[in-house]
């Protein structure tokens, strides 16, 4: 939920003081609309849609995967439903790079992605005599349905549970949960199809959300920002100051710094045009102009990945014993929002229109 | 992400020099910085007008504040689930939603539910005729001052309210046809029988950005614009509202809220966690639930739930929100609204220019030129919009003029332009032909206005 909070746009102001003195101070640089409009045509519909897109088909996968597990519980079965459940998170968390617009708005996000678990609720509804249907999954609070619950049931407390060891109400309640997960991830799917990928795409020409191309890309880069502040000064950061591994999210799968990642990663898919398919992204709008901003927004970037592969040990171990590498993440991760924030936001509002 | 501030600092100088300079000389106004109008939240502006636009910390926090902005923004967006757990343990019993950040979404406005959606972004304050003690509402018997919607698993919530519209057509004066939604609201599930003379007030979550800037505004000011009785004869009154502080246990002055219930911003914020999260603090030590058959007092060694350092943190982090720049401002149209927003008299209420008082004890909030566009007192606004409940001095027709700064980035942050106390106006323009009372005047002025008026006048509330 926290977006970039620290973001003063250096950049602003010095627009202000460059419009008043002249009419129009694109008119002299080489990017031009026609680009731009490619641009954002590729990341509304290739990148973001087809993220979402990507989520909802993995989280069918994901679904058809846990069904199996319920009629035919066994180890085999068990891996292969975490290994998707693992798969619709990378999606989900390269998404996270561009978290504006209806899974914002709408409040998408809490309701599949909850920290911490309300195991109370969770156990009651374990407990039970309820159908695990549609209706009760649906009443639940957040904080006891979405990817965590899942990964609760999917991996137990200590991430090493067998199928031997599920009972009969936990593997419906597990297709319970999963079943509500597609649904909202189909919900998600269908803002971005049903208008908001037009509203980006179509920036500055009829475009109600975003009334210049300038806006969308603001926005875009704004996104980029917001993710690594929230990867380094939140996700991160929390759990290392406090030295609690209780605080960490996906602790059951061990999942957490491949979450980090992944989040960091999609800061690359946006900018590159580049999700399933690769097509035109920022980079194309900086090379034409900043070829060196260009190689340090991917050196950055690859130092940022580089420093979060390097922490070896699950992220609730790591705050405890690989502090240096951790920190370093930290670091790499802001000096890129610095970049992003600092160099890239002001250029595109100095060349775009 | 951190930022040396003194290089925004200069940068902002030389800029401002610059804007100065190359400006023509003819253009310039009698004012005293021709770029104030911009700043929406003085020097505590921020320069966003994306999705995170209300998001942003004050920029000139030094590091050793700026942290504690964010471990508040942590808290404010930390969900809550029931005791006992780890982390973020209180939970209720009875309770409206699980973060504050879940209500104010992205530091904005609540969305009024769907047909057939249960409330989650707004809630429902109760109270029967008369008055306490204080002089605040009297609390209804088994439900208190407010309907708890939601409740943990094996309680009973106390009830949800459903909300029908009715429909009615008007015409502006040119013949343009607009329509108006009237909102009931129903009680179903209670869980205990409601007194028949129940006092019903809907309150959406309002925005939180910009409040260490509004409280930050000496009382005197902020009376100077008082005239209850109306002695000036401009058909505008302005009334404070006193209400009790519960930590000075003394009555002073109103500023938060939609009928300005809440004197400071601790106490809003403790108040919130208490009614909506059901979780309690040094201010709200009793579970809103006691004395209800949901309370379970299970005996807590510190006699409440939330420690008073992250109390205080969430309490800075809403205090240190900046206000988003301006846009548009120089744009003609917007300038002509502008004009037509001050002859109609809007600006005699939603006033534009305050100074904040000096406090050294926060120097980003002092002595600061702002444009909230409100004058945080109360004013009639009509049968047509009033809730008939009584809050401390409020009447049952008045309300608090709502702060417009911001108001244009409703759509884009919050992803939707519902407005008024209860979310009943589907866009600014609805909500200014809402307003009655003293502001009649000024809306019979934008009812005989021309379409290309009207639209002016909305694109320079637009540029909030």
Not at chain 2, 327 to 338: H, I, L, P, Q, Y
Request: charged fraction near 20%; proline fraction near 4%; hydrophobic fraction near 35%.
């Amino acid at each position: 939920m926290k977006t970039s909070k620290k973001t003063i746009a250096l950049a602003l102001p010095l627009m202000l003081a460059a419009f008043s003195c002249s009419k129009n101070n694109n008119d002299n640089n080489p990017t031009n609309n026609t680009l731009q409009a490619e641009v954002l045509a590729n990341i509304s519909n290739n990148v973001c849609t087809a993220s979402y897109e990507d989520m909802y088909a993995k989280t069918q996968t994901l679904l058809a995967s846990v069904q199996t597990l319920n009629t035919t519980t066994t180890d085999a079965n068990l891996a292969t439903a975490r290994a998707n459940w693992k798969a619709v998170r990378v999606t989900w968390e390269q998404s996270e790079a561009w978290l504006f617009g209806p899974v914002e708005a709408d409040n998408i996000d809490p309701r599949i992605d909850t920290w911490p678990i309300d195991f109370n609720a969770f156990n009651n509804a374990l407990t039970g005599t309820d159908e695990l249907n549609d209706a009760f999954i649906n009443k639940l609070d957040d904080a006891a349905k979405g990817f965590h619950p899942i990964e609760f049931l999917l991996w137990g407390q200590n991430g090493n549970k067998t199928a031997a060891q599920f009972t009969t109400r936990e593997k419906q309640f597990l297709v319970a949960l999963t079943q509500n997960l597609t649904a909202l991830t189909k919900d998600v799917r269908d803002t971005w199809t049903n208008g908001y990928n037009k509203q980006l795409a179509t920036a500055g020409s009829g475009s109600t959300e975003f009334s210049t191309q300038t806006l969308a890309f603001v926005q875009i880069a704004d996104g980029m920002a917001g993710i690594c502040d929230e990867v380094a000064n939140g996700k991160m950061k929390e759990p290392f100051d406090a030295q609690d591994p209780g605080k960490e999210e996906s602790p059951f799968a061990k999942n957490s710094t491949i979450d980090f990642t992944n989040n960091i990663q999609g800061i690359l898919a946006i900018y590159q045009g580049r999700f399933a398919t690769d097509g035109k992204g920022i980079e194309d709008i900086v090379r034409a102009n900043n070829l060196s901003l260009d190689t340090e927004i991917k050196s950055k970037h690859a130092a940022a990945i580089a420093a979060l592969q390097a922490i070896d040990k699950p992220f609730g171990e790591a705050i405890l014993t690989e502090q240096s590498k951790v920190q370093n993440a930290m670091t790499k991760v802001n000096d890129l929002a610095e970049t992003i924030d600092g160099k890239l936001k002001p250029y595109l509002q100095q060349y775009t229109k | 992400m951190r930022k040396t501030t003194l290089a925004v600092l200069s940068i902002f100088v030389v800029v401002m020099l610059l804007q100065f300079a190359c400006r023509k000389v003819d253009s310039l106004t009698p004012v005293d910085n021709p770029d104030s109008e911009w700043l929406s939240g003085g020097s505590q502006t921020a320069f966003d007008q994306g999705s995170g636009a209300f998001s942003h910390a004050f920029s000139s926090l030094p590091a050793n504040l700026e942290r504690i902005h964010e471990i508040g923004d942590a808290q404010f967006n930390a969900t809550f689930v029931s005791a006992p757990a780890p982390l973020n343990p209180g939970l209720g019993p009875i309770f409206n939603n699980v973060s504050c950040g879940s209500c104010h979404v992205s530091d904005g406005r609540g969305k009024v539910p769907g047909l057939g959606e249960s409330a989650a972004n707004m809630l429902f304050r109760l109270s029967i005729p008369g008055e306490g003690e204080h002089g605040n509402p009297v609390p209804v018997p088994g439900y208190g001052d407010q309907l708890q919607t939601r409740a943990l698993f094996g309680k009973q919530r106390e009830g949800d309210v459903t909300i029908t519209y009715t429909e009615t057509g008007y015409k502006f004066a040119d013949g343009t046809s607009y329509s108006l939604r009237a909102p009931t609201y129903t009680f179903n599930s209670l869980y205990m029988t409601m007194p028949g003379n129940v006092l019903l007030s809907p309150r959406v979550a309002a925005p939180v950005f910009g409040l260490g800037l509004l409280e930050a505004i000496d009382e005197n000011t902020i009376l100077t614009n008082a005239d209850p009785d109306d002695k000036d004869g401009d058909g505008i009154s302005g009334k404070a509202n006193i209400v009790w502080d519960v930590y000075s246990q003394k009555k002073v002055l109103g500023r938060f809220g939609w009928k300005a219930n809440q004197p400071n911003l601790l106490q809003q914020v403790a108040a919130a966690y208490n009614g909506d999260i059901g979780i309690t603090t040094f201010l709200f030590p009793k579970e809103s639930s006691e004395g209800q058959t949901q309370f379970d007092s299970a005996p807590n060694s510190k006699g409440y739930e939330l420690s008073d350092s992250l109390l205080y943190s969430t309490h800075f982090y809403v205090r240190t929100l900046a206000v988003p720049v301006r846009r548009n401002v120089t744009d003609s149209k917007v300038v002509e609204g502008k004009a037509l927003f001050t002859s109609a008299g809007c600006i005699k209420c939603h006033k534009a220019d305050m100074r904040t008082g000096v406090d050294v004890t926060l120097p980003q909030v002092s002595n600061q030129l702002i444009h909230p566009y409100t004058d945080l007192l109360l004013h009639d606004m009509g049968t047509g919009l009033a809730d008939n409940r009584p809050d401390f001095l409020a009447g049952g027709t008045e309300w608090r003029t709502a702060p417009l700064w911001g108001i244009g980035l409703t759509q884009k942050v919050n992803g939707h332009t519902n407005f008024l106390h209860d979310g009943r106006a589907r866009n600014l323009m609805e909500a200014i032909m809402w307003h009655g009372g003293e502001a009649l005047s000024a809306k019979n002025k934008v009812n005989n206005m021309s379409q290309k008026q009207r639209d002016a006048l909305i694109s320079f509330v637009e540029s909030l």
